[in-house]
């Protein structure tokens, strides 16, 4: 069964109420923070690989920010699901949704984006994590 909203996440243990990991989440805090300050120049050879990476730290920005709150969550789509359902904010779920998107036709399918696609993914992950901090 597909996960279509929080509910269906707790339901299939796409997602599972845990005793709130601070430790953990700062633990992932630091890793996500440590692998955004190695960034550097962006260019066109390396855009979809620096997209990954802000990607990866975004994830585990939010992992982080469920695991202060009591919840592991086991997937992208339920990631999404408590933006928009357990967050109301469902202006992060779209930002969300859209590179979420960009990342697995990266990671699954093999379609790498061009330069300005990378660009934009990029800023768009760099305002979702500007977004998710105060959380």
Request: with cysteine; net charge positive.
């Amino acid at each position: 069964m597909k996960d279509t909203n929080w509910n269906d996440c707790l339901i299939n243990k796409s997602a599972k109420n845990i005793t709130p990991d601070i430790k953990r989440a700062e633990s992932l805090i630091e890793t996500a923070n440590e692998r955004i300050s190695l960034i550097k120049e962006i260019n066109e050879k390396n855009c979809n690989f620096i997209f990954e990476d802000y990607y990866t730290s975004l994830l585990e920005l939010l992992q982080a920010m469920a695991f202060k709150k009591g919840f592991n969550i086991l997937n992208h789509l339920c990631i999404g699901y408590y933006l928009r359902d357990v967050l109301k904010r469902e202006d992060l779920y779209i930002l969300f949704d859209d590179i979420r998107y960009k990342r697995n036709a990266l990671t699954y399918y093999g379609s790498r984006m061009d330069y300005e696609t990378a660009k934009k993914a990029i800023e768009k992950c760099k305002e979702l994590i500007n977004k998710i901090r105060v959380y």
